[in-house]
């Protein structure tokens, strides 16, 4: 039998009403011929109530129990499943993390999946079980004790499951019909795409899209897991949502797939600081130690040669979030105490955001950096900060322009349109 890997998300299983729902979709899958395995979120809000008992009972908490509490939404979740598809007939059981068992490692709120061995589930469906209803988010870890995968974990639950049993796609179950070239709150002309490539669905996960857990895009891109990303409120239909799928399977693709932006950003520059060898070294060592996740850098150029003028110095700037601030300050700060680095001044500006677009199609054009700039001009928007990748141009500018650099780069890039 073909297998299925099916994931509902919490407002999927909200309440037993939508259970019901979510078990008639799986239901409609078995009677196409599959054998699957649905992969269950905690009811929405539940994992939030169990962290804030976790926080009120002990602030300091033990990692492990913290696991043991906040996996507890999920088993409920996959009972509830289950028992609702045996009302309809359909053969199914529970599992919870450790009875697969899916092994992880022993790092407690944030482990990575090791291994999944199939036989005990094979096994039961061989008996003829049809449905094996798996708690997601949860594991086991070396040491025997129940391990969590870091918040939005099922979805990573899940493709790891269709990894290890080459199941024909991953359907995730979610609240949206699927991924947006941009996000529909900003403009109206935001259109679903139906299919996205592995690569650039992880840039806009990591760039904040909310719709599927950056580490789990990782893993469907390493094991080429096809993931379809559609909606439990809405009739499914063989082209339901937005497949997420290797390149290859991208006929015409547009040189950029959407645009995504992440509001709270902050830009610190480290004015007249030494330029040396090692000076970068100084600056972003303890930052990286203090946990500041830095993002874009630009150092200026110096006048001076290094090499002809040991006492040259330049400008510094980087990029993070804005919540990451006072850390980064303090990190530096302490840094100049030490006598580590030496600068004149540091200017921190918190009114800043992130635009970017994003595209395969980049690789193969020219012009898309110069395109991106000039809508941005027509619309009198200083840039800040620019970095690029392969596949990615972001710009930092001011926060008030967001949406309307959003708007009009959707507009330069004519995203609202198909072809
Ligand atoms: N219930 C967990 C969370 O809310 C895991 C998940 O739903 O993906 O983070
Ligand atoms: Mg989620």
Redesign the pocket.
């Known amino acids: 039998m073909p297998i299925l890997v099916m994931k509902f998300?919490?407002t999927s299983v909200a309440d037993l009403d939508r259970i019901r729902n979510a078990a008639e979709k799986v239901r409609a899958e078995v009677e196409r011929g599959y054998d699957v395995i649905v992969i269950v979120?905690?009811m929405s809000g539940k994992?939030n109530e169990l962290v804030g008992w976790v926080n009120e009972t002990s602030p300091m908490f033990d990692a492990r129990e913290y696991d043991a509490v906040v996996s507890s939404?999920?088993n409920i979740t996959a009972g509830l499943m289950s028992l609702t598809l045996q009302e309809m007939d359909v053969p199914a059981r529970s599992w919870q993390g450790w009875q697969v068992p899916l092994l992880t490692t022993s790092a407690h709120s944030a482990a990575r999946i090791e291994s999944i061995p199939r036989h005990n589930i094979d096994q039961k469906f061989g008996e003829g079980m049809k449905v094996a209803v798996v708690a997601?988010?949860q594991g086991l870890s070396p040491e025997g004790r129940i391990t969590t995968l870091g918040?939005?974990?099922?979805?990573t639950t899940a493709v790891a499951f269709a990894a290890a049993f080459d199941a024909e796609r991953c359907d995730i179950y979610t609240d949206v019909n699927g991924v947006y070239t941009t996000d529909p709150r900003i403009t109206s002309k935001a259109r679903k795409l139906d299919r996205i490539a592995f690569e650039e669905m992880l840039e806009l996960a990591s760039l904040g899209a909310k719709v599927l857990q950056t580490r789990s895009v990782e893993l469907a891109m390493r094991y080429k897991v096809r993931l379809r990303v559609l909606s439990s409120f809405e009739e499914s239909t063989p082209n339901s949502g937005t497949l997420v799928c290797d390149e290859e399977e991208i006929m015409e693709s547009k040189v950029v797939s959407g645009v995504a932006y992440s509001r709270e950003e902050a830009k610190i520059t480290l004015v007249s600081v030494e330029d040396r060898p090692g000076i970068a070294a100084a600056i972003f060592g303890p930052l990286a130690d203090a946990g500041v996740n830095v993002d874009m850098i630009v150092q200026n150029i110096s006048e001076k040669d290094y090499d002809d003028h040991p006492e040259a110095v330049t400008d510094m700037t980087f990029s993070c979030p804005n919540d990451q601030v006072a850390r980064a300050e303090k990190a530096i700060l302490d840094a100049k105490a030490a006598d580590q680095i030496g600068f004149s001044e540091l200017v921190v500006d918190t009114d800043v955001c992130k635009i970017s677009v994003v595209g395969i199609g980049m690789r193969s054009h020219a012009g898309v950096a110069a395109r991106m700039f000039a809508a941005l001009k027509a619309e009198n928007i200083n840039i800040k900060v620019i970095s690029t990748s392969e596949i990615k141009i972001s710009v930092l500018i001011d926060r008030k322009y967001m949406e309307l650099a959003v708007q009009a780069l959707h507009d330069a890039f004519e995203l609202e349109t198909n072809s």
Do not use: K, P
């Not at 918040?151 to 979805?155: I, N, V």
């Open positions: 998300g919490g979120s905690a994992t939404g999920e997601g988010f918040r939005g974990g099922s979805d």
